[in-house]
């Protein structure tokens, strides 16, 4: 059974630090990694994907890492901003099934 | 072209009652998820369907959930005789097909509170 885990589970950091979240699972059986980005009250956003066949991923200040067969990936987030406080959630699509295992997610706060 | 929307946002249910919630998936996807976050826990898998048909409902609790994708309308989650326990924001999120390729897109959610 696949399983997610996220560390740290909570991070605050000033403005304009460098920061790196952790992800790992258990199975490296993956068709893809997702990390995604929740506010307070609100939905899920998708920050970045990468495929099974891929090492990272970049968009902007954000950069992700995936190293399958060590089952870990790591988001990186350059010069972060308060805008960027939020709750990181990681996920793995397993290969076989099209559903999502989540990690609880590490919750950021950038403080100015 | 619109997200996928979810509605209501809020839901309060008195314990007993029947709860109903719809999700209507982004234009050209065929593949709905649902998916629970209860308090203080992670998003848990619920159930993936597609048009007329759920293809895996291994995450769905045995008694009192049950949910729908028809071949016309948005899809419904359903949860009869409401408990307490079952507060929690309920999201869906949708894909295209070949599912196992694309990013899952996920609405706003929707959340239950059962007093």
């Known amino acids: 059974k696949q399983e997610v885990t996220q560390i740290p589970a909570a991070l605050s950091v000033p403005e304009g630090e460098n920061l790196v979240l952790n992800c790992s699972f258990t199975?490296?059986?993956?068709?893809?990694l997702q990390w995604f980005r929740q506010d307070p009250g609100k939905g899920l956003t998708s920050l970045l994907l990468?495929?099974?066949?891929?090492r990272e991923q970049t968009s902007g200040r954000l950069n992700a890492s995936l190293d399958k067969s060590s089952g870990r990936s790591t988001l990186y987030i350059a010069a972060s901003q308060p805008g960027d406080s939020a709750t990181y959630l990681c996920a793995v699509r397993p290969s076989g099934y099209s559903t999502l295992t989540f990690g609880k997610g590490t919750m950021l706060l950038v403080s100015p | 072209n619109a997200g996928v929307m979810q509605n209501p946002r809020h839901l309060v249910r008195r314990r007993g009652q029947e709860a109903r919630l719809r999700c209507s998936p982004m234009k050209g996807h065929s593949h709905v998820y649902w998916y629970r976050q209860l308090p203080e826990e992670g998003l848990k898998f619920m159930v993936y369907?597609?048009?007329?048909?759920?293809?895996?409902e291994s995450g769905m609790p045995k008694e009192r959930f049950s949910a729908e994708f028809p071949k016309e309308g948005p899809s419904i989650l359903r949860i009869q005789q409401v408990v307490r326990g079952d507060s929690a924001a309920y999201f869906c999120a949708s894909s295209p097909p070949e599912s196992y390729m694309y990013e899952q897109y996920f609405g706003p959610g929707t959340r239950l509170t059962v007093t």
């Open positions: 990468i495929q099974s066949s891929q």
């Open positions: 199975d490296s059986a993956i068709y893809n």
């Open positions: 369907l597609q048009k007329e048909n759920i293809i895996d």
